[in-house]
């Protein structure tokens, strides 16, 4: 139920779902000019701030930038990576592909064939409410992985976790019966902070791997040092900021959340 109502009621707390709701009120209200009029403004103003490239850049930044990388990352007993890079083999699809989010598998792949751990953790399984699928996001992962060179025998799947904290709830019992208590933790840059503190409170010492960054060092300083014409032009709506705005919410509101639920 807890899945269900969050993934129901999350809409309605970003950008587009708040600027919908106050267009509504606004309709309503449209015997009181003023109020109608104030509800639309806020609605584009919303809208305006939340799509622009100085915010949504400086708000990706304030989550991806907690964990950057290590120039020589640690090695481990163990890789963990998440589940929300893939797509399953669904027709017209012949076989699992990725998403924005499949560097998460592909750096995976890259710490083994680097000698970073011999064992590949793989974890994500399917929300209930969606319905029987064909694989779950394990499962897709393990496939990519065999595709890229990581042997069947390194990979282990946990197939039952439908979001972060049960991500991490289950992947520590697997780490515990197994012994291990560091891994490598390959996850978005973005959804980095949150699953740190997750496998933490579970016991788990984690070496952050993030990656699939939205902002890297350079695009950050080429906004920054940009002619004033170009910083105009990022003050202009897109579809792209406002989804990455959209994504990085997603997190600040999981953590809080999570928070309240005594999970982190």
Known sequence: MFV?????LAPFLYPLGMALILLALSLILQKHPRWRNLLAGLALGILLIAS???????????????YLP??????????????????????????????SAGDRVLYAA??????????????????????????????????????????????LEESRSQNTYEN???????LKERNIHRVILVT?????????KLFEKQGVEVIPA???????????????????????????PSSSNLQLTTNVLHEYIGIVVYWLRGWL
């Open 4 to 8: 269900f109502l969050s993934k129901l």
């Open 52 to 66: 622009n490239r100085w915010v949504a850049t400086a708000l990706a930044r304030s989550l991806e930038w907690q």
């Open 70 to 99: 290590e120039s020589s990352l640690s090695s481990a007993p163990a890789i963990v990576v998440l589940g929300g890079g893939t797509e399953p083999a669904i027709p017209p699809r012949n076989q699992p592909e990725v998403n």
């Open 110 to 155: 890259t710490l083994y064939r680097q000698g970073k751990a011999p064992l590949v953790i793989v974890s994500g399984g399917n929300v209930e409410f969606r319905g029987e699928q064909p694989s779950t996001p394990a499962s897709d992962m393990r496939r990519l992985l065999e595709m890229l060179g990581v042997p069947s025998e390194a990979i």
């Open 168 to 174: 991490a709830l289950y992947c520590a019992n697997l």
């Open 188 to 196: 978005s840059a973005l959804h980095m902070p949150r699953s740190v």
């Open 210 to 236: 993030p990656a699939d960054f939205a902002v890297p060092f350079q695009e950050w300083e080429e906004l920054r040092q940009s002619p004033l014409p170009a910083q105009i032009i990022a003050l202009l």
